[in-house]
Structure formats: C-alpha cells, structure tokens
C-alpha cells in the first residue's frame, strides 16, 4: 500500500493583485481583488491547464474574493462548479494586515524575526501562529484527500496556503515556511499516498 496514491492535487494560486505585488500581508476575505495583470496569469494558467490535458474531477476554492475571482475562470475550462473549503483561508496576520515585509522589518524588526524563528508562537500576538495555520491547512487537506480517494483535484488558494501544503507534504520545519516563495497564477502539484507524500513541481508559471 506504500506505492498507493490516494489523491493527486494541482494547487493554483490566485491572480495577483495590489497587496502581493507589493508583498503585503493580506487576510481579508473580499480585499484585494485580482488586478488587470491577475486575470492574465490566470488566462495562462487555464490555458496551461487545457494543453496538458490535467485532468480534475473535483476543484475546491478559499472564499476570499481573489479565489473565487480565480477559481470562476478555472471551473469554466472543466465546464464544471468549484467548492468552497473555509480551512483554505489564508494565515490570519492581525495588526500585520496590510503592510509590507519592510514596514514591518523597518517598525518592530524584533517581531518579524519572531515570526520567522518562533512558528509555535502567534505573531503578532492577534494573529495566527505559523504552527496553528500549518495544522490547519493539513487537516483541512487531509480532510479533501479521504473524501477524494482516486481523484485528481484542484485547489485554488493562496501563497501562504500553498507554502503550508508543502512544509506539510515535506515535513519541512515550520520555520522554513517562510522561505518557500510561491508566485501568483502559479500551479504546485502534490500527489497523496497512503503513507507519504511527494511534490510533483512547484510554483510553476506559465509564459
């Protein structure tokens, strides 16, 4: 049973928008939307899709409005609806949200290292630990994976989601979750067996 696949997942990430362009922390569920440059990643991506032939039987969305926007275009390549999964939702940053990495750096430098060495710990202190986000995205993965069993599916998310997918699928320490860089309008592909995990290809981005 080593070698049996239990599930293969094609994760996209959304289209980009103002906050990822300027790498922003971001946990809001209807802001920001994709920008005119998102909806051109994703039109590659549906296109990517359509000539490799990956195949899907089911596709799952976070319920941030990025998502949705993204994972509307998807499900019109497989003429099918996508579900919603609320564990998708992205790492809730607290008094983070909105500001970039150097604002953040520039600020309270002490905090941003913490929440690069101490994942256990939430950072800031009305946010999600990295630990706790980790475990959430895995349970709610694993969650899709046994109700998929024999299935190829896609889920379309965020960086931090995607990132969290493969510390999980690697067993990556928690605090090397912030060094794995995913790209909007990328695709990472990760194939679920009974007793491991393997990435196929990760942040790729179509021309």
Same mark, same amino acid.
């Given at each position: 049973?080593?070698?049996?696949?239990?599930?293969?997942? !094609?994760?996209?990430?959304?289209?980009?928008?103002?906050? +990822?362009?300027?790498?922003?922390?971001?946990?809001?569920?209807?802001?920001? $939307? &994709? *920008?005119?440059?998102?909806?051109?990643? &994703?039109?590659?991506?549906?296109?990517? %899709?359509?000539? /490799?032939?990956?195949?899907?039987?089911?596709?799952?969305?976070? +319920?941030?409005?990025?998502? #949705?926007?993204? =994972?509307?275009? &998807?499900?019109?390549?497989?003429?099918?609806?996508?579900?919603? =999964?609320?564990?998708?939702?992205?790492?809730?940053?607290? +008094?983070?949200?909105?500001? *970039?990495?150097?604002?953040?750096? /520039?600020?309270?430098?002490?905090? %941003?290292? /913490? #929440?690069?060495?101490?994942?256990?710990?939430?950072? $800031?202190?009305?946010?999600?630990? @990295? *630990?706790?986000?980790?475990? /959430?995205?895995?349970?709610?993965?694993?969650? #899709? @994976?046994?109700?998929?069993?024999?299935?190829?599916?896609? &889920? @379309? *998310?965020? $960086?931090?989601?995607?990132?969290?997918?493969?510390?999980?699928? #690697?067993?990556?320490?928690?605090?090397?979750?912030?060094?794995?860089?995913?790209? !909007?309008?990328? =695709?990472?592909?990760?194939?679920?067996?009974?007793?491991?995990?393997? %990435?196929?290809?990760?942040?790729?981005?179509? %021309?």
């Amino acid at each position: 049973m080593y070698f049996s696949r239990k599930c293969k997942i !094609t994760f996209i990430c959304h289209g980009a928008t103002i906050y +990822s362009d300027e790498f922003r922390f971001s946990d809001v569920e209807n802001y920001p $939307p &994709i *920008t005119e440059a998102g909806y051109e990643e &994703i039109d590659k991506i549906c296109d990517y %899709l359509r000539k /490799r032939g990956v195949k899907n039987d089911k596709i799952y969305s976070s +319920s941030a409005s990025r998502c #949705l926007q993204t =994972a509307k275009l &998807i499900s019109k390549v497989y003429k099918k609806d996508f579900d919603i =999964a609320e564990g998708l939702k992205p790492r809730k940053c607290g +008094s983070f949200n909105g500001k *970039t990495f150097e604002q953040v750096e /520039r600020e309270n430098p002490e905090l %941003l290292q /913490r #929440l690069i060495s101490q994942p256990n710990i939430a950072t $800031p202190d009305d946010a999600e630990s @990295v *630990t706790d986000f980790i475990t /959430r995205v895995s349970n709610t993965i694993n969650t #899709l @994976v046994e109700e998929n069993i024999g299935n190829r599916i896609i &889920i @379309v *998310t965020h $960086p931090d989601v995607i990132k969290a997918a493969i510390c999980d699928a #690697l067993n990556i320490p928690h605090s090397g979750m912030q060094h794995i860089y995913i790209k !909007t309008g990328s =695709a990472t592909q990760i194939s679920y067996f009974e007793s491991w995990k393997s %990435l196929v290809y990760s942040d790729y981005t179509p %021309l």
